[in-house]
């Protein structure tokens, strides 16, 4: 029993120390998506929606909640939002041409239409992001008439 004393000990002490660190936070200015909303100009329903379901984890300023400070949590949802800005940043959308721009439209359109965005795990603890078959339906509407901006045209040359 004394070793198991020991061990419970150590990973407390170990936890404890842990909390000191942590990744480095998306702090980004949230004024970063206004470029990606004056090129798609997505209706007011759909800009909240976005706002509501997507942009922690797909621009450059994600709003933490409380249990961010708790490492190895905040590790976990660093790793969620790197992952997230990687495939799909709304803060970046000027560097994308318009090929890209169409093709991410497109993604965004496959991942909300299958209900693989938003992610379970972020809907858990965000029950608002949870995206009923109307907002679905909107969102997809919207994309769908924005990628017609972006669709991709060979050169007639």
């Keep these: 029993m004394k070793i198991f004393k020991k061990i ?11 909390q000191f660190f942590g990744p480095e936070k998306n702090d980004g200015d ?6 990606f909303y004056a090129d798609t100009n997505p209706p007011e329903e759909v800009k909240l929606i976005l706002e509501t379901a997507c942009n922690d984890c797909h ?10 400070n708790i490492t190895p949590v905040n590790y976990w949802l660093a790793d969620h939002i790197e992952h997230g800005t ?5 803060s970046k959308w000027n560097d994308y041409d318009d090929k890209r721009k ?4 497109d993604e965004l359109i496959e991942m909300v239409e299958d209900k693989e965005m938003p992610l379970d795990s972020y809907t858990w603890a965000h ?3 949870k995206l009923s078959q109307e907002q679905i ?20 040359q």
Aim: overall charge neutral; charged content about 20%.
């Design 8 to 18: 419970v000990l150590l990973l407390l002490v170990v936890f404890i120390i842990a």
């Design 30 to 35: 949230f004024t970063s998506v206004n470029a």
């Design 59 to 68: 621009s450059d300023s994600t709003r933490y909640p409380w249990y961010n």
């Design 86 to 90: 990687k495939h799909l940043n709304f």
């Design 102 to 105: 169409d093709h991410k439209l």
């Design 127 to 129: 029950g608002e992001a």
């Design 137 to 156: 339906d909107a969102v997809i509407s919207w994309a769908k008439n924005v990628r017609l901006k972006y669709a991709f045209t060979e050169d007639p």
